[in-house]
């Protein structure tokens, strides 16, 4: 069984699409993951902008995101 990733900030169990995009917007070799609500917090950004990324990224044919 995969190793489930947590929020360092509320420790919410992550998505692989959220785990994509902390490491499309942070870093591949990051070692704190966020939930989107707690990336949105720390990149200043919305819920909605995240989710907007995250389709723009599959929509290119990135394969970190479902």
Do not use: P, Q, S, W
């Amino acid at each position: 069984m995969a190793k489930r990733v947590k929020c360092c900030v509320c420790e919410a169990i992550l998505n692989k699409n959220e785990i994509g995009l902390n490491k499309k917007l942070i870093g591949v070799h990051i070692r704190k993951n966020f939930c989107l609500n707690c990336l949105a917090v720390h990149l200043d950004a919305t819920t909605d902008d995240l989710l907007e990324k995250i389709e723009d990224f599959k929509n290119e044919g990135c394969t970190l995101f479902e």
